[in-house]
Nanobody, 115 residues
Framework: VQLVESGGGLVQPGGSLRLSCAAS????????MSWYRQAPGKERELVAA????????DYADSVKGRFTISRDNAKNTVFLQMNSLKPEDTAVYFC?????????WGQGTQVTVSS
């Protein structure tokens, strides 16, 4: 079982990035998929979550209107489109998959927003 994030990097304020999370070893279709982030010295926080069918999405107040979570169950992949990035979005972003007692995490991808 593995979750692999990609798409992070250095971007200027106001820029955009698209994160991807590819799952292997299990089928994500029945899992709630989420993105979390952790900035230096801070606790890990939920950024966005999407239901197994994709019909329900939740966002942290700090990213509403700027970030969009989506999923492609056929490709076992979840995405996070991040627009209008701010320096305070700088963090390691983690992908998470949950179904009942099954709880999987990726290793994270660094996002740095700086001029």
């Amino acid at each position: 079982v593995q979750l692999v994030e990609s798409g992070g990097g250095l971007v200027q304020p106001g820029g955009s990035l698209r994160l991807s999370c590819a799952a292997s070893g299990f089928t994500t279709i029945m899992y709630v998929m989420s993105w979390y982030r952790q900035a230096p010295g801070k606790e890990r926080e939920l950024v966005a979550a999407i239901s197994s069918g994709g019909g329900s999405r939740d966002y942290a107040d700090s990213v509403k209107g700027r970030f969009t979570i989506s999923r492609d169950n056929a490709k076992n992949t979840v995405f996070l489109q991040m627009n209008s990035l701010k320096p305070e979005d700088t963090a390691v972003y983690f992908c998470n998959a949950v179904r009942g007692s099954s709880d999987y995490w990726g290793q994270g991808t660094q996002v740095t927003v700086s001029s």
